[in-house]
């Protein structure tokens, strides 16, 4: 009786992870479908802030059920992507305060 209750709970977490990894999946995957509406209205491409918070959380869901099932390909890109989707908001709120990083200027030549 008690390997059987055993074998039910586990099964009721692993049940419980697969649902956390395909939510990340589809927050993840959410993200384009964001950026296309956006571009579509605004009839050129954009990509929008909510794109690189969309991608933190996802990455973050995603990330979780890696480290769970123990794929160390898998952490290692959800990791990576995770850096740099905090890097380009970093990027962002900064160029909010100091307006004078416009790229022109930057990629100005002498």
Known sequence: MDNDFKKEKKMSTEQIWLIIGFTGQTVFASRFLIQWIVSERASKSIIPNIFWWISLAGSMIL???AIHK????????QSCGFLIYSRNLYLIKKEGKNKKNDPSKIMKVR
């Open 70 to 77: 123990s794929d160390p390909v898998f952490i290692m890109g």
């Open 63 to 65: 990330l979780s059920y």
